[in-house]
């Protein structure tokens, strides 16, 4: 029985990657660059139904990086700010309102810092932060708690 349920865990770590990194390559104008709205970064809601979603956006986030060009940095510590957000999601999953709050917050605070360092973006600190904001909101606030209405039907039958 612990065999099946490492084998089912791994499988939907490895599906919700998956999925990640299909969307963020789908939309790779749109996932890269100061103003960031990476549709893929909906799925971080996802901790709330399963654990495996931790793994699963780390691993996603982390090879769509690799695979859509970003830079060594970009690919380790915007990899950290979505597995630190999916950690927190999950350890908030018991108020499904605030499931959304840890990766808006993760990457508002790590990304800008990576845009400036890793890519040599010449502006200033707080206005990285709002223009990255603006598309965390948009993709967790928005699309993430959309998809987690309508995840939350299926729940019992997707995420055992």
């Known amino acids: 029985m612990k065999k099946r ?6 499988v939907q770590s ?15 104008p749109l996932g890269f660059g100061p103003v960031q709205f990476r549709i893929s970064e909906a799925l971080c809601i996802l901790p709330y139904f399963t654990p ?15 695979l ?8 380790v510590f915007g990899s950290l700010a979505t ?3 999916a950690v927190g999601s999950w350890l908030l999953r018991r108020v499904r309102w605030a ?3 840890p ?17 040599g973006n010449g502006q200033i600190i707080p206005y990285l932060m709002v223009t990255v904001g603006m598309g965390e909101v948009l993709a967790v606030g928005v699309l993430g708690n959309l998809l ?3 995840l939350e039907r299926y729940k019992k039958i997707l995420f055992k």
């Open 148 to 150: 987690m209405l309508s």
């Open 103 to 119: 990766p808006i917050l993760s990457n508002v605070l790590i990304i800008p810092w990576v845009l400036r360092f890793a890519y």
């Open 68 to 75: 859509g060009g970003a830079v060594f940095l970009d690919v």
């Open 99 to 101: 499931v959304c709050i």
């Open 14 to 28: 490895a599906m919700i990657a998956a999925i990640y990194i299909v969307l963020t390559l789908m939309f790779i």
């Open 83 to 85: 597995l630190i957000g």
């Open 5 to 10: 349920k490492t084998a089912y865990f791994l």
């Open 52 to 66: 495996a979603a931790i793994p699963g956006v780390f691993i996603g986030c982390l090879l769509s990086n690799a």
